[in-house]
């Protein structure tokens, strides 16, 4: 992948807006190249990361009242699981998309893109939640995680990877170049996951590589985001083509892993740097003071041998997780920051 300007400014996913309109107001004013759909959490429990893409999900419901996404196992499973892998092997893709109730984001982000002039456009972006963090999240009435009931959890992930393909599918009707990002802050859980663990890596990139090969399909670009401090070897091994994290708290952690960083960039790799804080005590820091903090990274990765150049080409901003959890007044804080962030980059950071 090879991106049309660096340090290009774009955003994760969530607002706390009620409003779609609202918050795509904000969104395309201020991330004119890279815009992104709103994930509208404040609207409603069916926006929440690990509710909006359950439809039709074998086994899984939302229950909006208790704001509680579980396994139900008094329904039909075994005629559900079926009932998808029909739709799978026949190729119905429709099947697998989402409704507006829990994407009203979505479908005003689509309207927008229709009567956008798309001559400023680099990318759309998108977002799915990844199949790591659902399948750990989710439980049952027992308490036992989704993931370790093999069946049921192997048809929520092929669920995840149609609905990020169907995304990635309407998003590429509209402009050619488009990037899905695999929302995956569970990744942290499993840093110091040994050898000795039931839960093998090499499962846990499975079931990642299964959303990005879905992504890739329709001839989209993949990107994992994850908000922790996670084993970035692991992450980069991946088949992704962009990562993004939060460089803000992280940064440092991130850099120490040159040699995969090496490789992901030698395979085209792209690096989201999160370094707009979105925690409400880090909101007035002085962006030339984050600013600082980058190029650090930047050099401490140029002295393992990395191109500097390379880096800069290869990099784009982001805050360093959604801002969901804010208020209105902050998300708009660092969304703005954000994007002055970016500009600053451009014009300090030499090339």
């Not at 990020?164 to 859980?189: G, N």
Request: aromatic share 10%; glycine share 6%.
């Amino acid at each position: 992948m090879k991106l049309k300007n660096h340090f290009e400014a774009t955003g994760i996913g969530s607002i706390p807006y009620n409003s779609e309109r609202e918050a795509c107001d904000l969104i395309f004013s201020k991330f004119k190249r890279i815009p992104f759909w709103p994930q509208l959490v404040n609207k409603s429990f069916l926006e929440d990361m690990m509710a909006q893409f359950v439809e039709r999900m074998p086994g899984i419901e939302a229950d909006a009242s208790a704001k509680k996404v579980s396994v139900n196992r008094n329904r039909d499973i075994r005629k559900e699981i079926d009932e998808l892998n029909e739709h799978y092997e026949s190729g119905d893709l429709e099947y697998f998309s989402f409704s507006e109730d829990h994407a009203a984001g979505f479908y005003e982000y689509m309207y927008r893109l229709k009567n956008l002039d798309k001559t400023m456009l680099d990318y759309l972006k998108g977002q799915v939640t990844g199949p790591v963090s659902f399948a750990f999240s989710v439980t049952d009435s027992n308490g036992i995680p989704l993931y370790f009931d093999k069946e049921l959890c192997g048809a929520a992930i092929k669920t995840l990877a149609l609905k990020a393909r169907w995304q990635a599918a309407r998003l590429k009707e509209i402009f050619q170049d488009v990037i899905i990002f695999i929302d995956e802050p569970s990744l942290v859980f499993f840093k110091q996951a040994g050898s000795r663990s039931k839960i093998k890596k090499e499962d846990l990139a499975s079931h990642i590589n299964t959303v990005v090969s879905a992504i890739h399909t329709e001839a989209c670009f993949a990107g994992l985001h994850c908000c922790a401090d996670a084993d970035w070897d692991f992450a980069l091994s991946t088949d992704i083509d962009l990562i993004s994290f939060d460089a803000y708290n992280y940064g440092r952690s991130f850099a120490e892993n040159s040699e995969s960083i090496a490789k992901f960039f030698e395979r085209g790799g792209i690096i989201a740097w999160g370094m707009v804080p979105t925690a409400p005590e880090s909101l007035k820091e002085d962006i030339g003071n984050i600013l600082e903090r980058l190029e650090s990274y930047i050099g401490i990765l140029a002295q393992k041998g990395i191109d500097r150049k390379k880096i800069i080409n290869s990099s784009l901003i982001t805050p360093s997780c959604g801002c969901g959890t804010l208020s209105g007044e902050e998300a708009e804080s660092v969304i703005t920051r954000c994007v002055d962030f970016s500009q600053l980059a451009k014009e300090r950071i030499i090339r």
